[in-house]
């Protein structure tokens, strides 16, 4: 009887020894999630954008400066706010925003980024605060020569570096292909004749009619967007989950409230204004 409770007691000694290594096991594994602190720790939430992409982003004179102002530098701004911390834009390249993410150089990718399931796989996304549709941005008097996608066939058509204009482009058209990291350098060839088309955002095609009514307009053909695709989202880091739910806070508030359209207005407004 003493010899069994000798050996239970061993059992149990060496049950709760496997037990205590599978906490400290399982603890080393999983990477304690401090991107809340970190960026409230530093003051500054640093924010990584590319601004040419009007009203979402676009620059402005200020005090004899030129500052990033738009849509998503709003957001920004307010998801600062609520983590208690200033603002820091970084104006880069579309291309280069996931990889500075991924490396650490930025905090958040606002820059009329879509959600897609390619960029998925890399960085991790909030919930999409605007839905996208796609254009064809034609020099004026084309509108009807490119009525409908086969119209495109073999036509010279700008698209965005790395941007979701670019990725519909190769999987709906069969046209030649010139990509550029600049929208505005795009269009402009499209203003010289050197292309027939840039692909673009509605609202950003839009823009560029309104600033350029003799110039440009929207063709007629329809340029499917998937659903899956659709959206426009903040990008983190996928290990900063608890900043991504913070950012969703942010937006959910911003939306329940009407100040997200109010944002939007604000933005389109203040690029009207530079453009008289």
């Not at 290594?21 to 809340?36: E, F, Q």
Request: hydrophobic share 40%; glycine share 6%.
């Amino acid at each position: 009887m003493e010899k069994d409770m000798k050996v239970n007691k061993r059992l149990l000694a060496v049950i709760s020894l496997l037990a205590v290594l599978l906490v400290i096991v399982s603890g080393c594994g999983k990477k304690a999630d401090n991107s809340v602190k970190k960026i409230q720790d530093k003051g500054t939430l640093v924010v990584g954008t590319e601004a040419e992409f009007a009203p979402f982003e676009f620059p402005i004179i200020k005090n004899g400066q030129k500052v990033i102002t738009g849509y998503d530098m709003y957001i920004a701004k307010a998801i600062a706010d609520d983590m208690g911390v200033k603002l820091k834009i970084v104006n880069t390249t579309f291309s280069s925003l996931i990889p500075d993410l991924k490396e650490n150089k930025i905090d958040l990718v606002l820059a009329g980024m879509t959600a897609t399931p390619e960029r998925r796989k890399s960085v991790a996304f909030s919930n999409g605060y605007y839905k996208v549709e796609n254009w064809l941005l034609v020099q004026k008097g084309n509108a009807d020569k490119y009525a409908k996608i086969s119209d495109t066939n073999k036509a010279q058509i700008g698209v965005q570096q790395a941007s979701l204009q670019q990725t519909i482009a190769k999987s709906k058209l069969k046209a030649n292909l010139v990509t550029e990291s600049n929208v505005n350098s795009l269009t402009t060839e499209l203003g010289q004749g050197k292309l027939a088309g840039v692909i673009l955002d509605s609202v950003v095609a839009e823009n560029f009619v309104k600033q350029n009514p003799d110039k440009y307009e929207v063709a007629k053909v329809k340029l499917p967007t998937p659903k899956s695709q659709q959206d426009i989202s903040v990008a983190a880091r996928k290990d900063d989950k608890k900043l991504v739910t913070r950012v969703n806070k942010v937006i959910k508030q911003l939306k329940s409230s009407g100040k997200l359209d109010q944002l939007y207005k604000k933005a389109e407004d203040k690029q009207a204004e530079l453009n008289k």
